[in-house]
T-cell receptor, first 113, second 114 residues
């Protein structure tokens, strides 16, 4: 079956530091890949997505590239802000015909001033 | 703004007392989903509707049921809540059910069972 593995958190950074959150996946075929962000007490918001190999998703300074050869979709940001503190979920939708999201366990990011 | 709305944001119920959570959408999407998210865990899909077609996940307990009376509204009914059902319940929608379709989430309802 499909699965997503994320690095465990919390990830603690100072403001303006470089961020990487690793995500690897297992799926048959060519899944679509997503990063969602969840701020404290709120629902999930789509951060970015990529639907085919070598695609780069980007939004709000965050980027992730769909790497088929390494089955990875690592999230990066060049300079984090305190307001980026949240839980980040990597997820995939397999190409089985239904858009059922499989989530990783989430990585908490804490950014200090 | 078009959005996914969940009511209430916080719900407290007693052990065994039925409870209904509500989700509405102004996006006119065909698909609506219900997820359960326990503390510090990933969301887990309970079921989804494609229009009026109901799709239950294999491991969703019988205690959980859902209704979709029209395109805009979807309800989650918990017939006899147990302490283990305390969680955040997330509603999501998507235009279609294809593998590239983005799901849009509501803010969630946090359920407490006393």
């Amino acid at each position: 079956g499909n699965s997503v593995t994320q690095m465990e958190g919390p990830v603690t950074l100072s403001e303006e530091a470089f961020l990487t959150i690793n995500c690897t996946y297992t799926a048959t075929g060519y899944p679509s890949l997503f990063w969602y962000v969840q701020y404290p007490g709120e629902g999930l918001q789509l951060l970015l997505k990529a639907t085919k190999a070598d695609d780069k998703g980007s939004n709000k300074g965050f980027e992730a590239t769909y790497r088929k050869e390494t089955t990875s979709f690592h999230l990066e940001k060049g300079s984090v802000q305190v307001s980026d503190s949240a839980v980040y979920f990597c997820a995939l939708v397999g190409n089985s015909g239904y858009s059922t999201l499989t989530f990783g366990k989430g990585t908490m990011l804490l950014v200090s001033p | 703004d078009a959005m996914v709305i969940q009511n209430p944001r916080y719900q407290v119920t007693q052990f065994g007392k039925p409870v209904t959570l509500s989700c509405s959408q102004t996006l006119n999407h065909n698909v609506m989903y219900w997820y359960q998210q326990k503390s510090s865990q990933a969301p887990k899909l309970l079921f989804h509707y494609y229009d009026k077609d109901f799709n239950n996940e294999a491991d969703t307990p019988d205690n959980f049921q859902s209704r979709r009376p029209n395109t805009s509204f979807c309800f989650l009914d918990i017939r006899s809540p147990g302490l283990g059902d305390a969680a955040m319940y997330l509603c999501a929608t998507s235009i279609e059910a294809g593998d590239t379709d983005t799901q849009y989430f509501g803010p969630g309802t946090r359920l407490t069972v006393l």
